[in-house]
């Protein structure tokens, strides 16, 4: 049986069937995770995995490292986010920190998908919601419901960098946003 995977550059690509993409570290010493290789889960993580394997200011990285607690909204139970990356760099921080004197970050990173979900839902009235078709209905709820969730996601890492002196960053392909979904620059 011929093998499914053909190495090209610093990704991996497999023909055929839908399998993990892959990416090989080159600077291992940085990374704080097992192996030489990453397996990320959407293509817009590769501009940042190349980005912070490569970057001599970043001294280490993680890929899904760091579980921030948060209280889901209908059980009520602590589960937790995992943003896509976190970052070291060799910046020194403008204030003290007991945790680390540099900077540190938690980045997610959205699909173009997930992005537009949440910079551009619109809150629609009553009286609008009520000409919807039942299956528009259920889209709509589901995707408030989504997008709501995510963002509570975000907040709460929002609020667990704040109170270890790190920062959080959510980017895509389209660009950077604020979690008043106010896009900001592009990263790539």
């Not at 690509?13 to 600077?27: A, C, M, Q, R, T």
């Not at 970057?55 to 280490?60: F, G, K, S, V």
Request: charged letters at 25%.
């Amino acid at each position: 049986m011929a093998s499914l995977d053909v190495i090209l550059g610093d990704e991996m690509y497999f023909s055929g069937i839908d399998l993990p993409l892959v990416y090989e570290i080159k600077n291992t010493a940085k990374y704080l995770g097992e192996g030489p290789w990453v397996h990320y889960a959407k293509d817009e993580e590769l501009g940042i995995l190349k980005e912070i394997d490569n970057n001599p200011e970043i001294l280490y990285w993680g890929y899904h490292g760091i579980g921030v607690p948060f209280e889901h909204p209908i059980s009520k139970k602590t589960e937790y986010f995992v943003p896509s990356f976190y970052v070291m760099s060799n910046k020194p921080k403008d204030l003290a920190s007991l945790e680390s004197p540099y900077e540190e970050f938690l980045i997610q990173v959205l699909s173009d998908q997930e992005y537009e979900f949440t910079t551009q839902i619109d809150l629609v009235d009553e009286e609008d919601y009520a000409t919807f078709q039942d299956e528009e209905k259920v889209m709509y709820d589901f995707t408030l419901a989504a997008t709501s969730f995510q963002v509570l996601k975000f907040k709460a890492a929002e609020e667990h960098c704040k109170n270890h002196g790190m920062g959080f960053r959510v980017v895509s392909n389209e660009g950077e946003m604020s979690l008043t979904n106010t896009p900001k620059s592009k990263i790539n």
